[in-house]
């Protein structure tokens, strides 16, 4: 039996602009690694190789350790374990730092333990890694952390996980300012009510947007691509917002939004070349504004996490 494993977990993006709370997909890169060894007696230790990263002074705040916890209570194992984060995606950068590390730590014991439970089922307990870092146990981050490509929430009560196919030239371009935006902060300046024109409007896109990735029909997938009920309340929290999704939208890209709950966003494109031109034209925009920002782009990530 192993003692000790390595794993990457994937970044993702979250609300893919009209799936609010219910839509995600995975990316190749950039993504978060972990080692997790035994320990000879229970609990959790927690070591930070990663720089510039500081994590809860509380380790059970830790959102791989809240995650890990449920999972070995569930199994109703006391097993003790050491986890060691290697590379960090910066957290409050919009693209799943703490659902990349809650689906690491599960995904790495369960193959320690000898699978005991099916890929899908981890989900629920990284739901609550992300429940500790955003006060919400959503699954539209660490469901396509866990399972890979996109994954959109039916239902979370009960759980329903649905894979959707999605085309395979499909490219994401992220733009990463460095401004941070807490996910719970970013929820508590949401409308707690929306017109009835909106909902329909919303509805609407998204059922367009999973057809489209179905049906590899990338005109549809771009005229999906609109957000009209969460995009316009939390752009205002990243300067130069309108003018760094026009440019992507200029450069060619099917359409751009917020990733996650910011302040990276992401645009979607048909080829390479595009989403490379794409991320030209964001990262010459937002230097504009005098803000450092990062670029990645990166295919869609079919597997999730996988053993290093």
């Not at 996109?150 to 085309?167: E, G, K, N």
């Not at 935006?181 to 509805?203: F, N, P």
């Amino acid at each position: 039996m192993k003692e000790s494993i390595r794993v990457f977990s994937p970044a993702t993006v979250a609300n893919v602009a009209c799936g609010f709370d219910v839509l995600g997909f995975a990316l190749e890169s950039p993504g978060d690694e972990i080692e997790v060894r035994r320990r000879d007696e229970p609990g959790f230790t927690v070591i930070n190789k990663t720089a510039d990263t500081v994590f809860p002074g509380d380790v059970n705040k830790n959102t791989a350790v809240v995650s890990l916890k449920a999972y070995l209570e569930h199994l109703g194992s006391e097993d003790g374990f050491e986890i060691t984060f290697h590379s960090k995606i910066k957290p409050g950068s919009g693209i799943g730092s703490s659902s990349a590390s809650a689906a690491a730590s599960v995904f790495a014991v369960n193959e320690l333990l000898g699978r005991p439970l099916a890929q899908t089922d981890l989900v629920q307990f990284a739901m609550q890694g992300e429940k500790a870092a955003a006060g919400v146990a959503h699954a539209d981050n660490v469901a396509p952390a866990l399972l890979g490509g996109f994954v959109l929430v039916r239902s979370y009560d009960p759980l329903d996980l649905i894979q959707i196919p999605y085309p395979e030239e499909l490219y994401c371009t992220i733009i990463h300012p460095q401004i941070e935006v807490k996910t719970e902060d970013a929820r508590k300046i949401l409308r707690k009510g929306i017109t009835l024109k909106d909902a329909v409007t919303q509805w609407g896109n998204i059922a367009g947007l999973i057809a489209g990735l179905m049906k590899g029909d990338y005109p549809l997938i771009g005229r999906s691509l609109k957000d009209v009920i969460i995009e316009p309340i939390r752009s205002m929290l990243i300067p130069g917002f309108d003018e760094v999704k026009e440019a992507a939208l200029a450069n060619g890209a099917l359409g751009a939004s917020i990733s996650g709950s910011g302040p990276s966003m992401f645009a979607l494109s048909s080829s390479l070349e595009t989403a490379q031109q794409v991320a030209q034209a964001m990262t010459k925009t937002f230097s504009q504004f005098e803000i450092e920002n990062h670029s990645y782009v990166s295919k869609i990530n079919k597997q999730g996490p996988k053993i290093l």
